[in-house]
């Protein structure tokens, strides 16, 4: 299937049509490239509205984000003026959906409310109350794919249940059919009336959203389907930096290596599938290391679909019985980067001052908290969601389970990351922890990763004391992977009896 271009946008509406308009509800499908909803609320030449609902329970709620509010903001403002360009206008609003979608559809009299699918436990919900509040007056929910590559019901294990295994999901779902790309529309055309009565209710204007961000501003990713496009052809061109390298660079963390497109995927700026099927067509390489990260996306945002209770209980159920720690002090620690292990420390000042963290980084952070200092996995799920602009549900959720052994096709409970081999592993250099952790800027490659083995000498030469300038570290690892291993194990026994 060849990918379209930004230079062809096909025309799909007619200025002549009588129909009554659509309103396009958006959520996380903020572009107008390959947008399944936006094609059929522009089918027959319907004049569209495009909505966009401010939802409290979102901005304020379990997984509320000053980044990624802030990413939402830029996003709104791009896809506004793309609109206009067009001959549309985006509709924000701020309220609940379940009164706002059903008035904007009476008000404008449309028959149709278009949306792509949600997948996670509270999007099902929200969106079951609005479609029962659009029946009772005739109206219709219709929802379209967008947000995944491939459905959850299209990917089945033999006797038609969901799979719990990544790579037997990743064989079915390469096999399943792929729909078309949908190109940009040349126009978007806005319905030509304003609507009356309450039309009071439903202002034009954009309600102020100005969040602070938790980041530095000018280290978080320039937000809109605009600058998703230009970071998707930058990952594309040939070269060692982009794609071409990516199964070599990967997992270095003080390298350019990775895609940057988790909040592009995330908040919809661009399609998954484009990017798939732009990847498998790139000239240069067989992404086959890269692919397989989406089929991951995918397979724990269905995860999450068939299993919803995942979004508060571990997927193993023998992990109810792990006896976790309470430990304030360490648990802020380690989110202040302050642990007294210098890939650790890198890591989570990386994700306070850029909304954003490597993904092998996360890996090493995750595997310390949950199995090092045997701190329940959800608290780190939280913080996760506090500060990452791409912070996604099922993904971070996902990412969490496996890393602390309680998920599907988790990491083995007896497997605990070395965060110093870890270290001189991935960053051997030494680049990464020095640009993060400038106290240990001046510390040789050889001991950058043990700054703790440094004699008092070597740290006064290295203009750095452990313990004042920076922390000892704050657990041995070898102590908190035997207590780790031991209540796993006493888990499993009981779990036996």
Same mark, same amino acid.
């Given at each position: 299937? !060849?990918?379209?271009?930004? $230079? ?60 990624? @509010? ?12 793309a609109l206009e360009a067009r ?16 008035? *904007? ?11 792509? %699918? ?7 919900? /929200?969106? /079951?109350?609005?479609?029962? #509040? ?9 929802e379209h794919p967008g947000v995944?590559? /491939? ?6 294990? +033999? ?6 295994? &990544? ?5 079915? =779902?390469? @096999?399943?059919?792929?729909? $078309? ?6 126009? *978007? ?9 309450? @039309?009071? @209710? ?31 052809? %930058? ?8 794609? $071409? ?12 290596? #990775?895609?940057?497109?988790?909040? $592009? ?19 240069? *390489?067989?992404?086959? *290391? ?14 999450? =679909? ?5 979004? /508060?209980? !571990? ?44 993904? +092998?980084? %996360? ?51 007896? %497997? ?9 592993? &991935? ?24 700054? =703790? ?17 920076? !922390? ?15 209540? =796993? ?9």
């Amino acid at each position: 299937m !060849p990918a379209f271009t930004d $230079d062809a946008p096909v025309d799909l509406t007619s200025s002549t049509s009588t129909r009554a308009p659509s309103i396009l509800w958006l959520r996380r499908d903020l572009r107008l490239h390959d947008h399944p909803a936006l094609t059929a609320a522009l089918a027959g030449g319907r004049s569209v509205v495009p909505l966009y609902v401010l939802d409290e329970a979102l901005l304020a709620g379990r997984w509320a984000s000053p980044n990624r @509010a802030w990413f939402l903001a830029g996003c709104l403002r791009d896809l506004g003026a793309a609109l206009e360009a067009r001959g549309g206008r985006l509709l924000v609003l701020r309220g609940r959906p379940a009164d706002l979608v059903p008035a *904007v559809a009476r008000a404008f009299g449309a028959e149709e409310v278009h949306v792509s %699918r949600d997948y996670a436990p509270y999007g099902r919900r /929200r969106d /079951r109350a609005v479609a029962q #509040t659009l029946a009772a007056t005739g109206r219709r929910l219709v929802e379209h794919p967008g947000v995944l590559i /491939r459905e959850p019901e299209a990917i089945r294990t +033999r006797t038609g249940g969901r799979y719990a295994v &990544f790579t037997p999901f990743r064989r079915t =779902w390469e @096999a399943a059919t792929i729909r $078309d790309l949908a190109p940009a529309p040349a126009h *978007v055309p806005f319905p030509s009336t304003w609507p009356e009565g309450e @039309a009071w @209710a439903l202002q034009p204007a954009t309600p102020e959203l100005a969040p602070i961000p938790t980041a530095q501003p000018s280290l978080l990713p320039a937000p809109g389907e605009a600058a998703a496009r230009q970071r998707l052809a %930058r990952w594309l061109d040939p070269g060692p930096t982009g794609l $071409d390298g990516y199964a070599g660079r990967r997992n270095l963390v003080g390298e350019d290596g #990775t895609s940057r497109l988790s909040a $592009d995927l995330r908040w919809g700026t661009l399609s998954p599938l484009e990017v798939l099927v732009r990847a498998v067509t790139h000239a240069e *390489v067989q992404p086959a *290391v890269f692919t397989s990260e989406l089929a991951w996306r995918d397979f724990y945002a269905h995860l999450l =679909w068939w299993e919803p209770h995942l979004a /508060r209980d !571990p997927f193993d159920p023998r992990a109810a019985g792990l006896a976790w720690r309470s430990v304030p002090d360490e648990i802020a620690a380690w989110r202040a980067g302050q642990t007294g292990y210098p890939i650790v420390d890198a890591a989570m000042r990386q994700l306070l001052a850029t909304g954003w963290m490597h993904n +092998r980084a %996360r890996m090493i952070v995750a595997s310390f908290l949950a199995k090092d200092l045997f701190v329940d996995w959800r608290i780190g799920e939280a913080h996760f969601m506090a500060h990452l602009v791409d912070g996604d549900p099922a993904a971070n959720n996902g990412g969490w389970q496996w890393s602390a052994s309680t998920g599907a096709d988790a990491q083995p409970w007896f %497997r605990v990351f070395n965060p110093t081999l870890q270290g001189e592993r &991935f960053d051997p250099d030494g680049a990464y922890v020095r640009r993060w952790v400038p106290e240990l800027a001046r510390v040789p490659v050889g001991r950058i990763h043990r700054p =703790w083995t440094l004699s008092p000498a070597e740290q006064a030469t290295c203009g750095c004391r452990i313990g004042h300038d920076y !922390p000892a570290p704050i657990v041995d690892h070898a102590d908190g992977r035997a207590r780790a291993l031991a209540a =796993w194990s006493a888990v499993r026994a009981s779990s036996r009896d």
